[in-house]
């Protein structure tokens, strides 16, 4: 099974949230969007987008710089930066 790294993404700013094994990008967010993982209220019903190179996204509604990214990882990968 996949391993996909979760981001949580406010326009330009970053964190890195968690990883999780999944069959595919859209149920590694809806996965990760329930409890008791501590993401914004309401985000496993965000709207899906596959961005056609294995990852993918749940946009937030209200804020089209808000999304929560779910990119396929090797368990080799070093983990990503928190940017500012």
């Known amino acids: 099974m996949p391993i996909y790294i979760i981001t949580e993404h406010h326009g330009r ?3 890195e949230r968690l990883l999780i094994h999944a069959n ?7 996965m990760s969007a329930r409890p008791p993982f501590k ?3 309401e985000a496993h ?6 961005d056609g ?3 993918g996204a749940l946009i937030d ?3 089209e710089n ?5 990119d396929p990882r090797d368990w080799d990968d ?3 930066d928190e940017e500012s």
Do not use: V
């Open 39 to 41: 993401m914004p209220p």
């Open 13 to 15: 700013k970053i964190k």
């Open 53 to 55: 190179l294995g990852g």
């Open 61 to 63: 509604p209200r804020d």
């Open 45 to 50: 019903r965000w709207r899906f987008i596959d």
């Open 24 to 30: 595919d990008q859209e149920q590694a967010l809806r």
């Open 78 to 80: 070093e983990p990503c």
């Open 66 to 70: 808000h999304c929560l990214r779910a």
